[in-house]
């Protein structure tokens, strides 16, 4: 992922109710949901809802795929994956960014 990508999928996230979508996709699953399940659950009306859901798209973080009469709406599992590799590529130093965990005494637990 290249920066300018970057800078479009954080700018779609940075906004409330984008933010809440793509976090509602990405516990749907690949099964993903309706359009209009996604403006019920977000409490958006559905004109507002079709343009969040562009913006995601645009930026890359979601599909969308026709089934029947319905637009079904999931998020993109790649997208999502290159984002957070992007922003965690340099991350520590080159250190470990676990938290280190101690062994617990000898006859404990």
Not at 7 to 28: C, D, M, P, S, T
Not at 70 to 92: F, K, P, R, W
Not at 95 to 107: D, F, I, N, R
Request: hydrophobic share 45%; charged share 15%; proline share 4%.
């Amino acid at each position: 992922m290249d920066s300018n990508t970057t800078i479009r999928a954080l700018a779609a996230l940075a906004q409330e109710h984008r933010l809440a979508v793509f976090r509602l996709l990405v516990q749907a699953g690949e099964a993903g949901l309706p359009a209009g399940a996604i403006a019920e659950a977000v409490g958006v009306p559905a004109s507002s809802m079709s343009f969040h859901l562009a913006q995601l798209s645009h930026a890359g973080l979601i599909r969308q795929r026709r089934q029947s009469r319905s637009l079904i709406y999931s998020a993109d599992y790649a997208a999502m994956g290159g984002l957070m590799a992007y922003l965690t590529e340099n991350c520590c130093g080159g250190q470990s960014c676990a938290p280190k965990v101690e062994a617990a005494p000898l006859g404990c637990c």
